[in-house]
C-alpha cells in the first residue's frame, strides 16, 4: 500500500540519549516534513526537505536534525533528548511538482522522554 | 503574515444533526485551503482541499466547505452527524514558499452524542 512509514511507533527514551525516528515513502514525492504535535498547539513544523540532498529550518528545528539522502527516506534524529521533546511525530510528504501540493501523512510515532 | 484560526477548541453535537466547524484564516496570497481529520492515535487524513476552482468543496464522508473570500472563511460542514465523525479536524492554509509551507490550526475536537 502506498504511503508513508513511520518507525517506531512508541518510544520511551532516558534524557539525553540519542534517537533516530524513521521516515519512509514509497509515492516518489519530492518535499518531506517532520511535524510535532503537542495538546493545544496542533501541528509545528520541525523540519523539511524540498528535494533529495536539501533541507531547511521550520518552526522548531533547536535540539533536532535531519538528512535526506534520497527521495525515500526522511530521518529525524535527536542528539541527546530532553522531556520537552515528549511528542507525537508525524511525517508527510507532497509532491510540489505536480500542484497537488497536498500534505500525505505517516501513522505517527509516540516518543517519551523521562 | 499566514494564520489559521479554527474559532472553536472542542464542539459538542447529538448523532444526526448538522455539524459545524469554523475556521477562519489570513494570507496575502491566494490560498490553498484543508481540512483533515484526525482519529484517536491516528495520523491526519485530508477531508478535503480547495484551489481556486469551485467554492464548495465536498469531501469524504458527506463533508463539505464553502470557501468565502470576502469572510476570508473556510468553515467545515456535514448535514447530519454520525458517531464515527467523532475527531479531532485541524484547518490548513498552504501558500508557496521556496515549497510550500503549511499552517495548521490548533484544532477542533468533535465530540458526537448518541
Known amino acids: 500500500i502506498a504511503g508513508i512509514t513511520q518507525a517506531p511507533t ?61 527521495t525515500d527516506d526522511f530521518p529525524l534524529t535527536l542528539a541527546s533528548a530532553v522531556p520537552s521533546q515528549t511528542s507525537v511525530y508525524f511525517c ?23 | 503574515a499566514q494564520s489559521v484560526t479554527q474559532l472553536d477548541s472542542h464542539v459538542s453535537v447529538s448523532e444526526g444533526t448538522p455539524v459545524l466547524l469554523r475556521c477562519n484564516y489570513s494570507s496575502s496570497y491566494s490560498p490553498s485551503l484543508f ?9 491526519l487524513q485530508l477531508l478535503l482541499k480547495y484551489t481556486s476552482a469551485a467554492t464548495l468543496v465536498k469531501g469524504i464522508n458527506g463533508f463539505e466547505a464553502e ?29 508557496p514558499s521556496g515549497t510550500y509551507k503549511y499552517i495548521f490550526g490548533t484544532g477542533t475536537r468533535l465530540k458526537v452524542l448518541a
Open chain 1, 10 to 70: 512508541s518510544q520511551i527514551l532516558a534524557a539525553g540519549r540519542r534517537m533516530t525516528l524513521r521516515c519512509t515513502q514509497d509515492m516518489r514525492h519530492n518535499a518531506m516534513y517532520w511535524y510535532r504535535q503537542d495538546l493545544g498547539l496542533g501541528l509545528r513544523l520541525i523540519h523539511y526537505s524540498n528535494t533529495a540532498g536539501t533541507t531547511g529550518k521550520g518552526e522548531v528545528p533547536d535540539g533536532y536534525s535531519v538528512s535526506r539522502a534520497n
Open chain 2, 67 to 95: 470557501f468565502k473570500k470576502s469572510e476570508t472563511s473556510f468553515h467545515l460542514t456535514k448535514p447530519s452527524a454520525h458517531m464515527s465523525d467523532a475527531a479531532e479536524y485541524f484547518c490548513v492554509v498552504s501558500v
Open chain 2, 35 to 43: 481540512w483533515y481529520v484526525q482519529h484517536p492515535n491516528k495520523g
Open chain 1, 92 to 114: 508527510a510528504s507532497s509532491d510540489v511538482d505536480s500542484g497537488a501540493n497536498v500534505l500525505t501523512f505517516g501513522a505517527g510515532s509516540r516518543l517519551t522522554v523521562l
